[in-house]
């Protein structure tokens, strides 16, 4: 099945402590991305990544560091984290061809 | 600044009604719309899209209409279904952009039965 694999799920951490989310797409795609959901913001970019290490910003980068080193995985990295990271987090990857994101399942992450 | 604006955060319809969903942006390169329609505890999914080259596109119970003088688009639901109760996100792209989409910030639907 076609699909984009984010793990872990939840997490509760607490401020400072090195955290990585992992992301897996097993559709081939080329181009990948993050976003975080807020309640009254939407979907916010944080980084996308365009192919195996070409990474770039997105609309709210600040505090999060990605990696392309495979096409398939995409993790998406908080050095330190604070409480205004706690949010739900969506990966995606891109179809050219069909021109459509397919996103994970998401995952909650509480910063304490 | 937004470029796509979803200006109703919520909006409740009674089941067999209508749902119009509605949706602007500010960025006249931006070629290509989407609607994505998101349940609790799941990821985005697509829902239905159309180019700027169309005025409507129709898939089922669901039909997205573009105006592009007015830089306008919005989703008909007919008839609405408790099951269409989601969350659900505009995007525009353009095929410069490699038609990586920018998002609204999304309508809550609720359809009460």
């Known amino acids: 099945e076609a699909q984009v694999t984010q793990n872990p799920r939840y997490l509760i951490t607490v401020t400072g402590k090195k955290l990585t989310v992992t992301c897996s797409q097993n559709m081939n795609h080329e181009y990948m991305s993050w976003y975080r959901q807020d309640p009254g913001l939407g979907l916010r970019q944080i980084y996308y990544?365009?192919?195996?290490?070409?990474?770039d910003k997105g609309d709210v980068p600040e505090g999060y560091k990605v990696s392309r080193k495979e096409k398939r995985n995409f993790p998406l990295i908080l050095e330190s984290p604070s409480p205004n990271q706690t949010s739900l987090y969506f990966c995606?990857?891109?179809?050219?061809?069909?021109?459509?994101?397919?996103f994970g399942a998401g995952s909650r992450l509480t910063v304490l | 600044d937004q470029q796509v604006k979803q200006n109703s955060p919520s909006l409740s319809v009674q089941e067999g009604r209508i749902s119009i969903l509605n949706c602007d942006y500010t960025?006249?390169?931006?070629?290509?719309f989407l609607w994505y329609k998101k349940y609790p505890a799941e990821g985005p999914t697509f829902l239905i899209s159309?180019?700027?080259?169309?005025d409507k596109n129709e898939d089922g119970r669901f039909t997205v209409f573009l105006n592009k003088s007015a830089k306008h688009l919005s989703l008909h639901i007919v008839p609405s279904q408790p099951g269409d109760s989601a969350v659900y996100f505009c995007?525009?792209?353009?095929?410069?952009?490699?038609?990586?989409?920018?998002f609204g910030r999304g309508t809550s639907l609720i359809v009460h039965p």
């Open positions: 990544s365009m192919n195996v290490e070409a990474t």
């Open positions: 159309i180019s700027s080259i169309k």
């Open positions: 995007a525009a792209s353009t095929a410069g952009g490699s038609y990586i989409p920018t």
């Open positions: 995606a990857s891109y179809s050219s061809g069909a021109n459509v994101l397919t």
């Open positions: 960025n006249s390169m931006f070629d290509y």
